[in-house]
């Protein structure tokens, strides 16, 4: 919680204001009593009476006057020493101080209104900033994300207790060095984020660096963010290596379990004597069964091969037009209708982005040939991002959770890896591919994101 405003040290009054307010409140009290008292002794000395009620009547009359007026001096200054006090007390931070105005016509108890309803919302304010921080700060212990504070001179001011595993020491040993000490001078200059291989006294790995700014106390301060990608990218290489062997092994035992029945069997018909009169056609069929599955193997393992291997975008300019309309010319099986989009030029891999549209048309030519429907292709502009649209009319997704499966397909001939290879080119050059069914109607719509143009014809 940031610390209350220091006073404002009081400014020199000019001369005429030397005298202080509940004086002057009771000069002019004085004053305005004045004429009446001077009247009334004016005529208690010129009149007939005695020395002894002349100065009994004056000293009452004296009396009451200085009465009066202290009276007026304590009922118009209370009431502000009252609010003052109340006022210094908010300024303190103690909002529990409560003043009592019983009647709210009146203008003083008015301002105490005002004032005991500012205090009651500086104390809800307070009370809500108090939970904030601790709120956030137990969030910043929970979360499994190292947190360091810097303030202007880059001393350490704030951490967690990731911070503190990351560095093997505890926060009060830490706090009030500098980032030159703790060894992250270097990660305070990352202007965004930086994902390098670091070495702290309590981990070593590849960590993501991210540093920002805040102000505190109007100084400037850097937050910086450390999260640990060993742990995630080792559990992601994990079930990437699964899902190869898992595919790989599939595949494989697909073709090595005709052929070695096939070679079993092979060999018991050359074992048996006499030979049968038909074994060089048993022979024939099943070196050629061998033949086709290995040949089927021999693809496989290319075609992963190739997944494996795509090669870096070589950035050209493109017509968008005419890359949509050499595309759509290739397919010929049903009628492809192109909408066209607004005139651009964009820089891309030529020869990946035909192969990633060719793909697209032709599985939505092979969905809308069951059904005898048409594919269309149309292209616009979105939050600075061009996107191409390739609806078909075919029966649409079943399964939309194995479409990026490598080697997943639902196709007799199909390879499985035309999409996965279509998503690899679109993130390759900054962009996405998304599938799913057509929200106007029967079929699907492939959503192909490129990245902003570098120009627009």
């Known amino acids: ?18 005298i202080g307010f509940d004086a002057r409140i009771l000069i002019w009290a004085f004053l305005v009593g004045l004429p009446g008292v001077a009247v009334a002794l004016i005529l208690l000395w010129t009149g007939d009476f005695t020395p002894r009620v002349q100065w009994t009547l004056t000293l009452v009359i004296v009396g009451g006057w200085w009465g009066f007026a202290s009276a007026l001096r304590d009922r118009v200054v209370r009431p502000l020493q009252t609010l003052s006090n109340l006022l210094a007390a908010l300024l303190e931070g103690d909002y529990s101080i409560r003043s009592r105005a019983p009647r709210s016509d ?24 108090l939970e904030a921080t601790a709120l956030l700060r137990k969030v910043m212990e929970e979360i499994d994300v190292a947190i360091f ?3 202007d001179l880059e001393r350490l001011r704030l951490t967690n207790r990731a911070g503190e595993r990351l560095m093997a020491q505890s926060a009060e040993r830490l706090l009030g060095r500098s980032a030159e000490e703790l060894g992250l001078a270097e990660a305070l200059q990352v202007e965004a984020s930086r994902t390098v291989d670091f070495t702290f006294p ?17 100084l400037p301060h850097k937050l910086l963010v450390v999260a640990d990608l060993s742990r995630t990218l080792r559990e992601e290489e994990r079930k990437a290596w699964q899902r190869i062997v898992r595919v790989l092994g599939h595949e494989i035992n697909n073709s090595l379990a005709p052929i070695k029945s096939i070679a079993g069997s092979l060999a018991s018909l050359l074992a048996r004597q006499p030979r049968p009169a038909d074994l060089d056609d048993d022979l024939r069929r099943g070196l050629a069964v061998i033949q086709t599955r290995s040949e089927a193997l021999s693809r496989f393992m290319a075609s992963y091969a190739r997944l494996a291997r795509l090669p870096a975008p070589q950035l050209a300019p ?22 066209p989009g607004p005139p651009a030029v964009i820089d891309a891999d030529g020869d990946q982005l035909d192969q990633l549209l060719i793909n697209l048309l032709r599985n939505a030519a092979d969905a809308s040939l069951e059904t005898g429907g048409g594919v269309r292709v149309s292209w616009g502009w979105r939050d600075g991002q061009l996107e ?29 890896i035309g999409l996965v290879l279509c998503r690899q080119i679109a993130e390759a050059h900054g962009g996405s591919l998304a599938l799913a069914n057509r929200p106007d109607g029967r079929g699907a719509r492939a959503l192909v994101r490129l990245p902003a143009p570098a120009r627009r014809s």
Not at 108 to 125: G, H, I, K, P
């Open 1 to 18: 919680m940031a610390s209350p405003p220091s006073r404002r040290p009081p400014q020199e009054a000019p001369e005429r204001s030397r």
């Open 106 to 129: 009146d203008p003083l108890s008015l301002a105490f209104n005002e004032v005991n309803a500012l205090s009651q919302t500086l104390r809800e304010q307070r009370l809500g900033a």
């Open 149 to 151: 504070a810097f303030d």
């Open 202 to 218: 309590g981990s070593v790995g590849r960590f993501e660096f991210r540093t920002t700014g805040f102000r505190q106390g109007g």
């Open 318 to 339: 493109i017509d968008v037009a005419e890359w949509v309309n050499r595309g759509a010319g290739l397919e010929t099986r049903v009628p492809i209708t192109i909408s």
């Open 388 to 416: 191409v649209l390739v609806d078909d009319d075919g029966p649409g997704i079943a399964d939309t959770a194995n479409l990026f499966v490598p080697f997943f397909t639902t196709k007799p001939n199909g390879s499985g």
